[in-house]
Structures are given as C-alpha cells and as structure tokens.
C-alpha cells in the first residue's frame, strides 16, 4: 500500500454562503493527513483493495476575508474546545461511466461527528494524487445556529469545495 502526504499548500478548501445582504466567499488553508491506497497497474487508486484517508484542519484556518465574520466564526464553532476540523473517509467506490467516485466521508465538526456522502474525483497529476469534490452542508447538523446580526442573516446552507493535493512518502 502506498502512503501519500497531504500538501498544505497545494491543498485548497473553498466555501461559499450566503447572507441576506451579500454572498459570502471563504478558504480554509493548513489542511493536513494521510491517503493510504493501493495503485492499480494504471497508476490509479485501486478501490477494490484496502484504503483509508484522513484529514484534518485547523479550525482557526477557515477565513471570510473580514475581522467580524471570522471572530463570530470562530465563536460558533467553539475552537478553544474543538480546535481541529476533521475527516475520514469510510467508504469509496466508482461511479459507472463519468471517473468519479461515489464517497461517504465522516466529517467531524464542532465535536459532532456525520456522515456525508457524495461524489468526488480521483486523479493522479505529475505523480501526485488529486481528489476534488464538492458538496454542501447545512450547519445545523453539527449543532450551529447561523449568525443573526440586526438586518443580517446568513444562511445555514455553506458549499465546500476541497481539492487534496497528495504525493507519495519515500
């Protein structure tokens, strides 16, 4: 089995919400873990052989871009308490026909743990290993109101695009 190490800074977390003033753009940096895969002789991951993937983020790394909203952030995800943002994979297969592969991921917010299931891509790019998804997650899962400031109200509703950029341990 190969071990592959999460590049932080080729690794990226892409959020977008929305408030009833404005959309609301956001990244995450600092993501950091492990993808332990099998390569099939294609080079490609082999789903069909053992595997496991686990990340991790701090949860002070997510930014809005704005003072106001990463403090109240912050405050409602608790990150004293819940300093870290994580991920494991638990189960991945193909998708017929399009290359994608179907995942459930259990994510780990806010000391609240869910499963969330979707598709992703998996790729190998100048002998790194990508995977790229998209899926949207309504905080309230985890246990967050989301914030009210007079006028402004942001929607539960928050999309998180993540493209793990991996390369092989020696």
Same mark, same amino acid.
């Given at each position: 089995?190969?071990?592959?190490?999460?590049?932080?800074?080729?690794?990226?977390?892409?959020?977008?919400?929305?408030?009833?003033?404005?959309?609301?753009?956001?990244?995450?940096?600092?993501?950091?873990?492990?993808? @332990?895969?099998?390569?099939?002789? +294609?080079?490609?991951?082999?789903?069909?052989?053992?595997? !496991?993937? =686990?990340?991790?983020? &701090?949860?002070?790394?997510?930014?809005?871009?704005?003072?106001?909203?990463?403090? @109240?952030?912050?405050?409602?995800? +608790?990150?004293?308490?819940?300093?870290?943002?994580?991920? !494991?994979? =638990?189960?991945?297969? &193909?998708?017929?026909?399009?290359?994608?592969?179907?995942?459930?991921?259990?994510?780990?917010?806010?000391?609240?743990?869910r499963p969330i299931e979707g598709q992703a891509r998996l790729?190998?790019?100048?002998?790194r290993l990508v995977a790229e998804g998209e899926r949207v997650?309504?905080?309230r899962d985890f246990g967050m109101e989301p914030p009210r400031?007079?006028?402004?109200?942001?929607?539960?509703?928050?999309?998180?695009?993540?493209?793990?950029?991996?390369?092989?341990?020696?």
């Open positions: 089995m190969t071990r592959f190490r999460i590049l932080p800074q080729e690794s990226t977390i892409d959020l977008t919400g929305r408030s009833s003033v404005h959309p609301l753009h956001g990244k995450a940096g600092s993501v950091s873990g492990s993808i @332990e895969v099998e390569l099939g002789p +294609d080079g490609m991951p082999d789903l069909d052989q053992p595997y !496991s993937a =686990e990340i991790s983020l &701090p949860a002070t790394a997510i930014s809005w871009g704005g003072a106001m909203y990463d403090r @109240e952030t912050q405050r409602r995800l +608790d990150v004293r308490t819940y300093p870290s943002i994580k991920a !494991s994979v =638990e189960h991945a297969s &193909p998708v017929e026909g399009n290359g994608d592969v179907a995942v459930r991921v259990n994510l780990t917010l806010r000391g609240q743990t790729h190998v790019e100048s002998g997650i309504d905080i400031l007079l006028m402004l109200k942001v929607d539960p509703l928050v999309t998180v695009r993540a493209r793990i950029v991996a390369v092989a341990e020696a």
